[in-house]
């Protein structure tokens, strides 16, 4: 797994680009978001945020839940067509989204979760074990409204943290914060985006298949 720090206040992408509803084996960027708490704790996404999410960019969004309100769903889905959403812990359960879904995005089986479900909130012993029943190479949670990414016995994990920066039980000052995965062949580069001191950082971490054993 290789990292790389930058900051950027613009869209700086670089594209080189088991089976559950394959998509597809061409190089695909996925959006990987979560926990808005809107309008609860928080009014909106970020517009630094907002100027980079354009519509189209991405083929697919993974949501790990906590959107709140419907419009927040409707926003989503106009970043692109392709949405999935697990359930959070303060999602009405009328809206009928799954705790757990599994999608394949090129060579990729992709697990995801909000992560409440998790004690304690953010083990990685826990999150191994629901990786391995999942049986998927990247597992992807919310919940700790902290972004970060980790890598285990040939398996990645990543955290989008909190789009809004939304406040959470155990941390009061949140940054906000999304993720971008470029898919490839047998590898997958994923971009953590933070906003800090009203500035967005990008760290660039890699994980490959190939390598990862």
């Known amino acids: 797994m290789q990292r790389d720090n ?3 206040d613009g869209w ?8 559950a509803a394959p998509i597809s084996v061409a190089p695909k960027l996925v959006l990987v978001i ?3 708490h809107i309008p609860h704790r928080s009014h909106n996404i970020p517009a630094k945020f ?3 999410l354009v519509p189209n960019k991405m083929q697919h969004v993974l949501c790990t839940g906590n959107l709140c309100t419907r419009e927040t769903f409707d926003y989503l889905k106009s970043l692109a067509s392709d949405v999935h959403v697990t359930r959070g812990d303060f999602d009405d359960v009328l809206t009928n989204y799954p705790d757990t879904k599994v999608i394949t995005v090129g060579q990729f089986r992709i697990g995801l979760c909000h992560g409440h479900q998790i ?3 953010g083990d990685k012993r826990r999150l191994e074990m629901l990786a391995r029943q999942m049986d ?3 597992l992807i949670t919310g919940h700790t ?3 970060q990414t980790f890598q285990h016995e040939g398996r990645f994990y990543v955290n989008p943290g909190s789009a809004t920066g939304a406040f959470s039980p155990i ?3 949140v940054i906000p914060s999304f993720a971008l995965l470029d898919v490839q062949i047998g590898t997958l580069i994923t971009y953590l985006y933070r906003l800090v001191d009203d500035q967005v950082k990008v760290e660039r971490v890699q994980f490959s298949k190939s390598t990862a054993d």
């Open 6 to 8: 930058s900051g950027t």
């Open 12 to 19: 700086t992408l670089k594209c080189a680009s088991r089976s």
């Open 34 to 36: 979560g926990d808005f």
């Open 50 to 52: 907002r100027k980079l």
């Open 119 to 121: 004690v304690p909130w």
């Open 136 to 138: 998927v190479d990247v």
């Open 145 to 147: 409204h902290e972004c």
């Open 171 to 173: 941390q009061s000052d």
